[in-house]
């Protein structure tokens, strides 16, 4: 069996239940120990108040890992450390203890019953793009440009860095 080819992948960050803070550093330190992944680097953290939701504000990172797990079996592995969390999903955009998007796998497009990428929402969020882009500032969202080009959209939605 060949080798599977290791891709660059960016995961997204975020809580706003209970110890919102430690949750986040408890998901990278996560990731860092994911088989079949290695931790490249994390953005700082960021506040950010909840967008189409309710609820204390949100704490979010991105982070930056490569990996040799192909993208649908990464994403299981993330909802594995949202579960070890306590995650429920009640309903859309519900308040979370832990939330791991899968923004970007490589260069990949990927349209499945359980998987987006790009994610959906990328360049409409400042939670996510203030944070990618303090990882990457050239990064180019596949099929959709330059990240850079879509922080004017998002310049409404308050953040600060922590």
């Known amino acids: 069996m060949d080798a599977l080819a290791q891709v660059t992948a960016y995961i997204g960050i975020g809580a706003n239940l209970g110890d919102a803070?430690?949750?986040?550093?408890d998901a990278i330190a996560r990731l860092a120990r994911l088989p079949g992944a290695s931790l490249v680097d994390t953005s700082a953290s960021y506040r950010t108040a909840p967008?189409?939701?309710?609820g204390d504000d949100y704490i979010n990172a991105?982070?930056?890992?490569?990996?040799t797990l192909p993208a649908e079996d990464l994403l299981l592995a993330l909802h594995a450390i949202e579960?070890?969390?306590?995650?429920?999903r009640p309903y859309r955009n519900a308040p979370r203890t832990l939330d791991l998007d899968l923004l970007l796998y490589g260069d990949a497009q990927i349209a499945s019953p359980s998987l987006n990428v790009?994610?959906?929402?990328?360049?409409e969020r400042a939670f996510v793009l203030v944070p990618l882009l303090a990882l990457a500032p050239?990064?180019?969202?596949?099929?959709?440009?330059?990240?850079?080009?879509?922080l004017a959209t998002v310049a409404d939605q308050a953040i600060s860095k922590l």
């Open 118 to 123: 790009p994610h959906p929402r990328l360049t």
């Open 51 to 54: 967008i189409d939701s309710s």
């Open 21 to 25: 803070r430690a949750n986040v550093q």
């Open 62 to 67: 991105v982070a930056r890992i490569t990996t």
């Open 138 to 150: 050239a990064i180019v969202v596949p099929g959709r440009g330059p990240a850079q080009d879509y």
């Open 83 to 88: 579960t070890a969390h306590g995650r429920e």
